[in-house]
């Protein structure tokens, strides 16, 4: 006989909206063991599972959501880094409800089961228990890749290639490893020790890390090539835009690169304790309506901000940021200011943000991009008290290492053009994947980018 199916998703403990707002800790705590299993036995095990097919690198989800609900933990999470070698970073920040847990065949009628949060737990139960299996690594190739960049696609790279036998070195610009995963994610949502213990990891296996260390600058990619077999360029896209609007050149004014940079990198929130300083802004407003923008607000909140808005030109519904996120600052107390659009930001006789101008917004027909076009309201421009504003409406490619590395091809965004089989670039022997090629992507599409490259070079270089 069937079992009755449970309709919505086990509940996953977080700290208290009141207390959280004011620390940088964890907000979910994870599953117990005892929820995890609750969760899995929600899993249909379908015969033609389609959620495999909704994850960029096809993990298997009802072999290792099984294996939790027969409480095999340690063999669940083997099943997962069969493919996916960051289940703990993915089981937090990755998008599941556009992918995975979209196409679950429970979500036509009830919710999903949560996979993110399954895999998640597996991840953390391998890692705080100790039992992290490593994999064999077979003899030496005597071929060397270099990677540039140590966000999720070139830790993936190094990875793969890794076991592959090859000699693999990570360079890194940043003294911290880890690329947008260490700069640009705050704490709340992905705790630094998590990360710490992934990229640990990969170095017990015995990849190179290299940081401090600027391709374009220290070295350059055709310097690179003369000593390593091939390179693999997933160095994401770290250039703020602005509105350009008057007024963003006032003190107060953040991108919200260097905002979180600031904050989760280097620890502003510890000052002085640490050197970082950073605007403790009264009044902040944070532009934008994406995963930045809401990383930015609660991080206002949590270094002392009394009024924290989220300014955005459309309504809710078209917001970009995932919905756990949105709904995880609308407990903290983040006032959403929706259906407004920055005009100006006017400064005090010395320099420093005090106001902001806006229009109000209706909305049109959709645009390109399957959103409703926002249109201003004629005569409906209006201000808003703040001394610190944060803007956070996208970012674009560094020009450093494509200017300096001849006859790389880029798009009319200034994205690299790669072959979408195998990530090869316009330069032989040079690959890339992640942000530098998708523009703004997802961890796990990084990944996908990067275990596509790998199983390339590797094809070129054995």
């Not at 070698?85 to 993915?90: D, E, G, Q, S, Y």
């Amino acid at each position: 006989m069937p079992r009755e199916v449970v309709p919505t998703k086990t509940p996953m403990p977080e700290q208290d909206p009141k207390e959280r707002v004011r620390n940088f800790r964890e907000v979910p705590y994870g599953y117990t063991e005892e929820l995890a299993i609750q969760e899995a036995l929600r899993c249909l095990q379908c015969k033609k599972p389609t959620c495999i097919a909704g994850c960029p690198v096809n993990i298997d989800i009802p072999g290792f959501i099984d294996l939790v609900a027969k409480g095999d933990f340690l063999g669940a999470a083997r099943r997962i880094k069969a493919t996916n070698l960051l289940p703990a970073i993915c089981g937090r920040v990755c998008p599941q409800e556009e992918q995975c847990e979209k196409a679950c065949v429970l979500s036509k009628k009830f919710e999903s089961v949560a996979i993110g949060r399954l895999e998640r737990f597996v991840a953390d139960f391998e890692r705080e228990t100790g039992q992290i299996q490593r994999p064999a690594i077979p003899r030496r190739t005597g071929k060397k890749v270099a990677v540039v960049g140590s966000g999720p696609a070139g830790l993936t790279v190094a990875a793969d290639l890794i076991q592959q036998g090859h000699e693999v070195t990570v360079f890194e610009a940043l003294h911290a490893l880890g690329g947008v995963l260490v700069y640009g994610i705050p704490e709340f949502r992905l705790p630094k020790s998590i990360l710490e213990a992934e990229v640990n990891f990969l170095a017990s296996l015995g990849v190179q890390f290299e940081p401090s260390y600027v391709i374009g600058k220290t070295e350059t990619v055709d310097e690179l090539l003369e000593r390593f077999d091939a390179v693999f360029l997933g160095v994401g896209a770290g250039l703020p835009h602005f509105m350009r609007i008057p007024g963003e050149n006032l003190n107060g004014v953040y991108s919200a690169n260097e905002y979180l940079t600031r904050a989760n990198l280097m620890r502003a929130y510890m000052f002085p304790e640490w050197d970082t300083p950073i605007k403790k802004g009264k009044n902040v407003a944070v532009i934008g309506g994406g995963n930045t923008a809401m990383d930015a607000v609660r991080t206002a909140l949590r270094l002392g901000a009394e009024n924290a808005y989220l300014i955005y030109r459309r309504s809710r519904a078209e917001m970009p940021a995932r919905l756990e996120e949105i709904h995880h600052a609308e407990e903290e107390g983040v006032q959403f200011r929706l259906l407004e659009n920055p005009t100006r930001i006017i400064g005090d006789d010395k320099g420093w943000v005090k106001e902001i101008e806006l229009i109000s917004m209706q909305l049109g027909e959709p645009d390109e991009s399957g959103r409703r076009r926002p249109v201003p309201i004629p005569g409906s421009e209006h201000r808003l008290e703040v001394d610190t504003v944060v803007v956070a409406v996208g970012q674009g490619a560094n020009p450093l290492l494509i200017s300096t590395t001849p006859g790389l091809k880029t798009n009319r965004w200034g994205y690299l053009e790669v072959d979408p089989e195998t990530g090869e670039t316009s330069r032989e022997r040079v690959y890339a994947g992640g942000d530098i090629v998708r523009g703004g992507a997802t961890v796990i599409l990084a990944m996908g980018d990067g275990r596509r490259a790998a199983r390339a070079i590797h094809e070129r270089i054995r």
